[in-house]
């Protein structure tokens, strides 16, 4: 069974740090392109974050850009967020995926829901 597993969510206070990570099982995802999204409650999924398969090049949203930064270790076949400065509108659940989708085209409008794995979620509350 191919999956992703994201852990590492929790309440934390605005100005806080928190290190998402992600980790894939039923198949190795060095090949595969891989990245974050979030979706806060009554929001749109919003691309966070994506980073290429050799984890040479990474990609932000605008409105994490700065504060973000995404990565990979494909010997664990992981990729992690480190979040810092985390604000209140950084609120939401947050959802590991996997494409063999350059990277790069990830935060195209309605992309995402055509991206090949995805994870359960796991939520971040940021409270000011």
């Known amino acids: 069974q191919v999956q992703l597993v994201e852990s590492g969510g929790g309440l934390v206070q605005a100005g806080d740090s928190l290190r998402l990570s992600c980790t894939g099982s039923?198949?190795?995802?060095?090949?595969?392109?891989m990245g974050w999204f979030r979706q806060a409650p009554g929001k749109e999924r919003e691309f966070v974050a994506s980073i290429s398969w050799g984890g040479h090049n990474q990609y932000y949203g605008d409105s994490v850009k700065g504060r973000f930064t995404i990565s990979r270790d494909n010997a664990a076949n992981a990729i992690y967020l480190q979040m810092n400065d985390l604000r209140s509108e950084d609120t939401a659940v947050y959802y590991c995926?996997?494409?063999?989708?350059?990277?790069?085209?990830?935060?195209?409008?309605?992309?995402?829901?055509?991206?090949?794995?995805w994870g359960q979620g796991t939520l971040v509350t940021v409270s000011s």
């Open positions: 039923g198949r190795t995802f060095d090949s595969y392109a």
């Open positions: 995926a996997a494409d063999g989708l350059r990277p790069e085209a990830w935060s195209a409008a309605g992309r995402s829901r055509y991206l090949e794995v």
